[in-house]
């Protein structure tokens, strides 16, 4: 296929389905050439998309909730095409509504009739992908040729080194309980980590994680929480700053990961293979059970997955990542 002249590409609205989506939308920016490409993406995640060098414009959608706001804002960009990472038919028909002529993404009932080219499937070879193999396998379709190596990033000012080396611990999960580890193997955990490395234990998350990260640092003297604090970008870069990042299957995972950070992440109701991170700093943890993974958002029976995550066995691969070789007993 013949690249357009300029391409938008609807961002998906995760931050963690974001981050897989980069090395899709910076093959698409090889596909281009000259083109432009910009990106549509809610607000909350316009940070993110400024970090990259391969989008030339990002339109952030303020108030994605109206529609018309959200047509308008599209419209105004006059592209011949759009691609749209999200599976919605809302994302569809924003699209549509905008007056794009050219609109590409997965067939899926109903939206698949608002769309210019439905056969997309986003799935490489047929087998339960890696969600950055799907968004990948979109971009091929269209002609784009490229990887899932980490793309570059255009480095923030803010990212500075730390007057001293910090543990960023993210135990929350914007998609619900079943993929939280326990509070009190995070602060078994803070403890151990804070008593042989000496480094202060941070605490990060959205404003509905400030009740989980209280429990923290309630339960651990000097650990401080930062949750419901920090706008998207200061987020990024307190990540990018951090020596460690310990969390959830989450978009922390993924950030932290994107900015090659040595990480431990523990899963839970979902898969290390459809969500795993990219980049190769990440450890995982997920303990296998007869019921998963079973992708709820709350867990009906025990939460065995997460809880026989062992604190210590966690640990111990995080003194590994931080470069310990020698455990000191505490």
């Not at 609205?13 to 897989?20: E, T």
């Not at 905008?98 to 939206?111: D, Q, S, T, V």
């Not at 949750?227 to 950030?255: I, K, P, W, Y």
Request: proline share 10%.
């Amino acid at each position: 296929m013949i690249p357009p002249p300029s391409l938008l590409v609807r961002s998906p609205n995760w931050l963690g389905d974001a981050v897989l989506s980069l090395p899709a939308v910076a093959s698409l920016k090889q596909w281009l050439g000259t083109g432009t490409l910009a990106v549509a993406t809610p607000g909350k995640l316009s940070a993110l998309w400024h970090l990259c060098p391969f989008v030339d414009r990002v339109i952030a959608l303020d108030s994605p909730e109206r529609l018309f706001c959200a047509t308008k804002r599209l419209r105004e960009g006059r592209f011949d095409a759009a691609l749209l990472l999200p599976n919605s038919p809302r994302s569809a028909l924003e699209a549509r509504l905008a007056g794009i002529p050219r609109i590409w993404g997965k067939a899926a009932w109903p939206r698949s009739a608002l769309l210019s080219r439905p056969a997309l499937r986003g799935d490489p070879g047929g087998r339960f992908p890696q969600q950055a193999a799907s968004y990948l396998a979109l971009a091929q379709e269209l002609g784009a040729s490229g990887s899932l190596a980490t793309p570059e990033l255009r480095p923030s000012s803010s990212w500075g080194k730390p007057p001293e080396p910090v543990i960023a611990f993210c135990p929350g999960a914007e998609y619900g309980p079943a993929k939280r580890w326990p509070a009190e193997s995070y602060a078994i955990l803070a403890r151990r980590l804070h008593a042989v490395t000496g480094y202060p234990v941070h605490l990060y998350g959205a404003a509905g994680d400030r009740e989980v990260c209280h429990q923290i640092a309630s339960a651990v003297p000097g650990v401080e929480s930062f949750a419901g604090q920090t706008t998207l970008e200061e987020f990024l870069s307190a990540l990018a700053r951090a020596r460690l990042v310990v969390c959830n299957d989450s978009g922390a995972m993924h950030v932290a990961a994107l900015l090659g950070v040595p990480v431990v992440a523990l899963f839970g109701s979902t898969d290390p293979v459809r969500t795993g991170p990219l980049g190769g700093t990440t450890r995982v943890f997920s303990h296998p059970v007869p019921c998963g993974p079973c992708f709820r958002r709350t867990c009906p029976r025990d939460l065995a997955c997460l809880r026989q995550i062992d604190p210590e066995t966690v640990f111990s691969a995080c003194l590994e990542q931080l470069g310990f070789s020698t455990v000191v007993s505490s």
